[in-house]
Structures are given as structure tokens and as C-alpha cells.
């Protein structure tokens, strides 16, 4: 089945450092790649998406890229702030016959540090 | 636009009681989503609904589980008897057409469960 693998965590960087947050994925058909960022307290946001093969997804700064050959869609940012600290999700979905579901990886906490 | 709304946001109840997750998805949305999120399996589908009618509930755990849609403003999630491993924070989220591709789901701040 669909599945999808991201870096553990907690991760904890000082500001303006550099990020990655790994992510790869295992799908049956053609995903669509996403990132949803879950702040303290709140529910899940989507932060950005790619939808084919080479496809950059960027937003606040953050950006992924789609590879296929690597089956990943690891997350960069060039210089992190502490209102990046969050949780971040990696998830991919595939439409089936009307059938319309994301998958979720389990997470990876970021934590910021002045 | 008040975004998705959960309630309660907290709930803490004994072990064999029944427990009511509510959700209020964003108005015109056509798809609603039950998730769980917990530490040892992450987050997890239960179930979705289209246009109030339940579409894919492979996700349910088990019977003690059952979720409703009776109109498009409104979705219960209920537990009965409910278990220590139960706990949990549920999510509901909703999206215009449902599509994964060309849509966005949008997530409500969660209910926390403890089951003691």
C-alpha cells in the first residue's frame, strides 16, 4: 500500500540555519506530494504541493521538489526563523476511482532556537 | 470564514463511557474527514464523507466507532464504550470537491481525548 517515510525527530536548529527535513514515499500510482505544517495547538495546514515528477513546491520560504527516481520530496528552507517551530508533515495522495485520500508520515517536531 | 470548528477542544472521561466528537466544516464544502492522530501511529484516516454520505470507512477501528453526517453543516464522531487506548487528538478537516490533486483540505484544531 501507500506509505510514506519521513526523518525522525525532534529536530532542534538555531535560527537563520539551514533545513532539511527528509521524506520518502512508497505509492501504487502517480501521488500528489504535500507538506502540512501543524503549529502549537492548532489543526494542520498545507504549506505546499507538487503534483508531478519535478514539480517545486515553495512557500514561506520553504521548498520541496518532487523526484521521482528517489521516490522523495524532502523539505528545505534556506534560513529558519523561530515561527518555524512546528510539527511537519509529509503526505502524499493518489486519486482512485473517486477515491480521494492522503497519507500521512508520522511527523518530524522542529524547534527553533533564538 | 470561521474555518473548520470542533468541539469539545478537551475531553476527559472513564473507561465504558460513551464520548461525542463534534465538527462544523466550512460552509460549501462537500467533503468532511475524521482523523486520528496519535504518537505511535501518526495520523491516521478514518473516515470521509461526500456530500453527507459516508464514502471510504476502512479506517474505523472498530465497531465501538461510529460517525454521522445528518446534514452539511455538521458530523458526529462517537465512541461507545470507549477504551484507555482510544485516546488520542481527532481531527476533522473539509474541502470543497475532495479531489487530493486539485483540492486542499483544511484542518480544524482538534479535539484531545483521554480515556482513563
Partial sequence: GDSV????????????????????YTATGYPSLFWYVQY?????QLLLKATKADDKGSN??????????????????????????????????VSNFGNEKLTFGTGTRLTIIP | DAGVIQSPRH??????????LRCKPISGHD????????????????????????????????????AKMPNASFSTLKIQPSEPRDSAVYFCASSLKGGVVTDTQYFGPGTRLTVL
Fill in chain 1, 5 to 24: 517515510t519521513q526523518m525522525e525527530g525532534p529536530v532542534t536548529l538555531s535560527e537563520e540555519a539551514f533545513l532539511t527535513i527528509n521524506c520518502t
Fill in chain 1, 40 to 44: 502549537p495547538g492548532e489543526g494542520l
Fill in chain 1, 60 to 93: 514561506k520560504g520553504f521548498e520541496a521538489t518532487y523526484r521521482k527516481e528517489t521516490t522523495s520530496f524532502h523539505l528545505e528552507k534556506g534560513s529558519v526563523q523561530v515561527s518555524d517551530s512546528a510539527v511537519y508533515f509529509c503526505a502524499l495522495g
Fill in chain 2, 11 to 20: 475531553e476527559v472521561t472513564e473507561m465504558g463511557q460513551e464520548v461525542t
Fill in chain 2, 31 to 66: 467533503y468532511l474527514f475524521w482523523y486520528r492522530q496519535t504518537m505511535m501511529r501518526g495520523l491516521e484516516l478514518l473516515i470521509y464523507f461526500n456530500n453527507n454520505v459516508p464514502i471510504d470507512d476502512s479506517g474505523m477501528p472498530e465497531d465501538r466507532f461510529s
